[in-house]
């Protein structure tokens, strides 16, 4: 039905970048918001960055200003530039998206109904 495929995780050196994404088939953009979340071993899963229909992104303070959260509707494709990456930033990424998301709610992964398999990002001191 509806399927998310992450990819372009890595391994890379702290100060590093990566671009991850997220191809999306089975369903358009309209009416749906798109989230980046990230899960590291033994801790709970957490909103990275998220995007809605009007363009609107909000980002958790730790990435902010070395994260950006981007779509392309023509590709049915979701990005995640990151930059300046930490060792702290090393977790399973893992796109999300769900129709009618609330603003307030935007951070919680019950929010959202499709999920991606998740790619690996390891940064390296």
């Known amino acids: 039905q509806v399927q998310l495929v992450e990819s372009g995780g890595g391994s890379v050196q702290a100060g590093g970048s990566l671009r991850l994404s997220c191809a999306a088939s089975g369903y358009t953009y309209t009416n749906y918001a798109m989230a980046w979340f990230r899960q590291a071993p033994g801790k709970a899963r957490e909103g990275v960055a998220t995007?809605?229909?009007?363009?609107?992104?909000t980002y958790r303070d730790s990435v902010k200003g070395r994260f950006t959260i981007s779509k392309d509707n023509a590709k049915n494709t979701l990005y995640l530039q990151m930059n300046s990456l930490k060792p702290e930033d090393t977790a399973m990424y893992y796109c999300?998206?769900?129709?009618?998301?609330?603003?307030?709610?935007?951070?919680?992964?019950?929010?959202?109904?499709?999920w991606g398999q998740g790619t690996q990002v390891t940064v390296s001191s």
């Open positions: 999300a998206a769900g129709p009618n998301v609330q603003w307030v709610l935007r951070f919680w992964p019950n929010e959202y109904t499709y």
């Open positions: 995007i809605h229909v009007d363009g609107s992104t």
